[in-house]
């Protein structure tokens, strides 16, 4: 059973960073890919970053490059790993739930499309300072 648990939101200064992780566990797909997605009020839920489990390879959504990246970790227990989503200069429309979750194949997750993801966390909230 695939287990995401997301971790590291809370209140930022317009301007500071930010850092996410997503602890994936029971993940035993080599060739899968781990997305963090976010969902303002009111707003469609949308694609941020995108890794590949294996290899590490990133996709950025167009709108989020420059200030948002991906990396990820493996741990001992090679079923689990960590992925980060570094969050720079933060603006006033970035305060979402930002979710992590899995894609098996790797299509919907590279194309930011939350719809084809599979297994989900129960969010972290990011909340921007006025």
């Known amino acids: 059973q695939v287990q995401l648990v997301e971790s590291g939101g809370g209140l930022v200064q317009p301007g500071g960073s930010l850092r996410l992780s997503c602890v994936v566990s029971?993940?035993?797909?080599?060739?899968?890919?781990i997305g963090w997605f976010r969902q303002a009020p009111g707003k469609e839920r949308e694609g941020v970053a995108c890794?590949?489990?294996?290899?590490?390879?990133?996709?950025?959504?167009?709108s989020m490059k420059g200030r948002f990246d991906i990396y990820r970790d493996i741990s001992r227990d090679k079923d689990t790993y960590t992925a980060y989503l570094s969050i720079l200069k933060m603006r006033s429309d970035d305060p979402a739930d930002y979710y992590c979750?899995?894609?098996?194949?790797?299509?919907?997750?590279?194309?930011?499309?939350?719809?084809?993801?599979?297994?989900w966390g129960q969010g972290t909230r990011v909340t921007v300072s006025v």
């Open positions: 029971g993940f035993t797909l080599k060739d899968g890919y």
């Open positions: 890794i590949g489990v294996s290899d590490g390879s990133t996709y950025i959504q167009d």
């Open positions: 979750a899995t894609d098996p194949l790797g299509v919907s997750c590279i194309r930011g499309n939350w719809i084809g993801m599979n297994d």
